[in-house]
């Protein structure tokens, strides 16, 4: 590579594994799970990230002496591929799951005040196991919880993978069975937005239906939620470089890729400020748009349709008290602009007060919003949800916005988004917003690595590493 030195341009190869050589377009967790998929059949593999860092949109930084993850990031039981992703950089350990799903839901609506209640399972078979908690949810009446689970098992009939489902929004399919605005804000929304960054009616019913069905209705245990008690760098900078090294991926940072071409001997050429890279094969694993400019004539019949594929952010508020004001590790809220509020003190590194940070999916109305009145707004529905803020010193208020953290899930988003391969042999395409079948997530973006990996390894000639997770396996 470069030393910043050079006098004109440098072709270098990529390193060599077994006379195939690929480059991995991205550092996020699609372009660091294809590198390792690539590496461990063999190949040879240049790993290009143009920030400082790798993760992706699932990082963290230096502020003082606190460790701050970009934005809240958490995974389910069901999510098999990301699993198989902290195994294979050895960071299981640093991201358990709970034991069962618990999740406390405070009402703020009430004009009689603050009102708990708990969604959470039992040691049941489906659906039994969320029986108990539907039948006992104070935040819906009597009637929306039969409603609720009379729709539940709708949708446990419906199929993802059905295009017409593609087509239509989630929130009308919800009307359509009896599902009352509260259900879908006490109930759908709480579990929809957090998921697929969108409210219901924003949402495509067939991704609805794959996490309704997937992560409540396919194993008891699928919804059991799993996130880093370290800092998300930790993971997926630190332990996937020493993964990625250990698997002879030559991983080059800073590094911005400005063209992909074929070359006259039928490979690929990777154009950096100065020199290329030729290889055998390209996994592009980079956002849409960047995607869309770096693809050759021909790559996709529709090139554009990428374009057409909207983005949704979610915006983080961080909060440093002068002492401890949670109690559970997380919790999320109705009736008030705050979603969910997370307890990251031990992980950041904070020794004295405590670090709260909430997590603002579907953040279009408060994305641009300035600090100060982000923090007019959401100091006050802090101290309703949590009393003992009231009495408590705010040491830090700061925000993290990611304007274009995930797809959006749109009805119709599912035939714009693109499988692996090309139609340019050798060219390949991974990141969340590809066709897995999932919403923009991990679990998405570590599956699209996959199928890359296995398109590619497929076309080189080279096995299949016996250890890699099957796509087709999940659930």
Known sequence: MTDGTRNGPVTTDAPTGHG?????????????????????????????????????????????????????????????AYRWFLDRIGGAALAPLQDRLDVPVLDLAKPEGRRLGRLRRDALPVPLHLGRSLATYPHLSLAERAKAGRAA??????????????????????????????????????????????????????????????GLLSEPGAADIGWARVPLGDLHDRLARRALDAAGVRTVLRARVSAVSRTGEGRWSVRLPGE?????????????????DLLPDGALDAPERLLRIGTAPILNVHVVYDRKVLNTPFLTALG???????????????????????????????????????????LPELERALPRTRDA???????????????????????????????????????????????????????????????????????????????????
């Open 276 to 292: 290329h890279i030729e290889s055998d094969a390209v996994v592009l694993a980079v956002p849409q748009r960047e995607a869309h």
């Open 393 to 475: 010193e705010v040491r830090d208020f700061f925000v993290t916005r990611e304007r274009t953290a995930t797809f959006a899930p749109a009805p119709g988003v599912g035939r714009l988004r693109p499988g692996a391969r090309t139609k340019a042999p050798g060219l390949y395409l991974a990141g969340a917003w590809t066709a897995t079948g999932w919403p923009a997530t991990m679990e998405s973006a570590v599956r699209s690595g996959i199928s890359a990996a296995d398109a590619a390894l497929r076309a080189l000639g080279r096995p299949r590493p016996r250890h890699l997770f099957d796509v087709e396996e999940a659930a």
């Open 336 to 378: 008030s602009p705050v979603q969910w509020v997370f307890d990251r003190t031990e992980a950041s590194g904070l020794t004295d007060g405590q670090y709260l940070a909430l997590s603002q999916s579907a953040a279009q109305d408060d994305i641009d919003a300035p600090v100060a009145e982000l923090r007019a707004r959401y």
């Open 153 to 214: 098992l709708a949708l446990k009939g419906l199929d993802p993978a059905d295009p017409a489902l593609d087509e239509q929004d989630f929130g009308s399919w919800l009307t359509a069975h009896g599902q009352s605005a509260r259900a879908v804000e006490a109930l759908w929304d709480l579990v929809g937005v957090a998921t697929l960054n969108a409210v219901a009616g924003d949402s495509s019913l067939g991704l609805a239906a794959m996490v309704f069905r997937t």
């Open 20 to 80: 195939r050589k690929a480059v991995v377009v991205g550092g996020g967790l699609a372009g660091v799970t294809a590198a390792l998929a690539l590496a461990d059949a063999g190949v040879g593999v240049t790993l290009l990230e143009g920030r400082p860092r790798l993760g992706g949109l699932a990082f963290s930084f230096r502020r003082g002496e606190l460790t701050v993850d970009n934005g809240q990031h958490v995974y389910l039981r069901c999510c098999t």
